[in-house]
């Protein structure tokens, strides 16, 4: 989906309607045409908002299905998934190349996800966050961690709390180093068997506003017990499980040196890690927090629409991806230095 915006309007930035790229029978010329003139066909070019842009029919598969939360995106899709037709249309409508390169424009507006719904109040109401590393990081562990810690203190999260989302900013509480891995298949099992263990041992403390951030080495494949693997079927995922009574959130970050997954780039693993960190918070067990009708969780929205974030003074310093608000659509806190209130 792409939100058309006019910028000759009187109001500059108005957006003028909502194009599905799949469903429009014309060119991207056509569809800007025809929404400028209110003569677009309301099927393609307006209406509901929701899901991703598939790379081609023969790659649509139900990412519900990866994982075992049924009905429900608890993945960050491969960015070849996702967003090659918005590549497409880059190179065959170079006139629309701001209107890609606008992070916030696209791809699910306000109100855009049916059903975007609380569907069984499950948040992380203060997130807690800790990176627990299961060998050498395959990057700059020193850009990581301050990432981590301004993603959950420094206003990333805020306007899920303004917003009345049951979640927001939070505290980071560093670093944990665990076992480390050998290269190879790291199984949902294991994850949580890690955790478990990891807790067993004080190493770890839970409650229900921690959450884990497993930061898997090089060489190590995250694979769902299915077969689903990392970078060809996900580039992350989040889940809960329950210990003690408590239900424990953690998400498992596999190395993002792939193609799918950022071809090694550290802002391509950042932007997955704030998907994450954003879905954790709003839908802890998935599927039982806010969920759109078609499973999409609010990282899946606005999937792989990357943007810096930071600081006035540095204003580039990390690259994230926004996450979906019902209010706003694609949404990010603007960065503050001072630590949240509440």
Same mark, same amino acid.
């Given at each position: ?39 677009? #066909? ?27 939360? &049924? ?12 967003? #090659? ?9 170079? %006139? ?21 719904? #609380? ?21 700059? &562990? ?50 949580? &068997? ?14 229900? #506003? ?86 999409? %969780?609010?990282?899946?929205? %606005? ?40």
């Amino acid at each position: 989906m792409l939100q058309i915006k006019e910028n000759s309007h009187p109001a500059p930035n108005v957006v003028i309607g909502v194009v599905d790229i799949h469903k429009f029978p014309y060119t991207i010329h056509d569809c800007i045409a025809f929404l400028r003139s209110r003569k677009a #066909n309301q099927k393609a070019c307006n209406g509901r908002v929701g899901g991703w842009v598939m790379a081609s029919k023969s790659k649509r598969f139900d990412l519900r299905s990866v994982g075992p939360r &049924q009905n429900v995106m608890q993945i960050a899709p491969p960015r070849h998934l996702v967003r #090659n037709s918005v590549t497409a249309l880059q190179a065959d409508a170079p %006139e629309a190349h701001e209107l890609l390169t606008q992070p916030l424009e696209a791809p699910t507006g306000p109100g855009g996800a049916r059903g975007f719904m #609380n569907r069984a109040f499950s948040q992380i109401a203060t997130p807690c966050l800790s990176n627990v590393y299961l060998g050498p990081f395959w990057d700059d &562990q020193d850009h990581l961690e301050a990432f981590s810690k301004a993603i959950i203190e420094n206003g990333y999260l805020d306007p899920l709390r303004q917003l009345n989302y049951g979640t927001g900013s939070g505290i980071y509480l560093g670093p944990v180093q665990g076992t480390t891995l050998a290269p190879g298949d790291f199984t949902d099992t294991q994850a949580r &068997q890690t955790v478990a263990d990891m807790l067993d041992q004080g190493v770890l403390h839970a409650d229900q #506003n921690t959450l884990f951030m497993l930061i898997l080495p090089s060489g190590v494949v995250s694979k769902f017990d299915d077969g689903s693997a990392s970078c060809s079927r996900f580039c992350g995922y989040h889940d809960a499980f329950t210990y003690h009574g408590i239900d424990v959130a953690y998400a498992v970050m596999p190395s993002a040196e792939c193609t799918g997954c950022g071809d090694g780039a550290i802002g391509a693993f950042t932007a997955t890690y704030s998907h994450e960190v954003a879905e954790a918070c709003t839908d802890k067990i998935p599927g039982k927090g806010w969920v759109a009708d078609d499973g999409s %969780e609010n990282g899946d929205l %606005e999937a792989w629409i990357l943007f810096p974030w930071g600081p006035p003074s540095d204003p580039k310093r990390f690259t994230v991806q926004g996450y979906y608000t019902n209010e706003q659509g694609n949404t990010i806190g603007a960065w503050r230095d001072s630590a949240p209130t509440s």
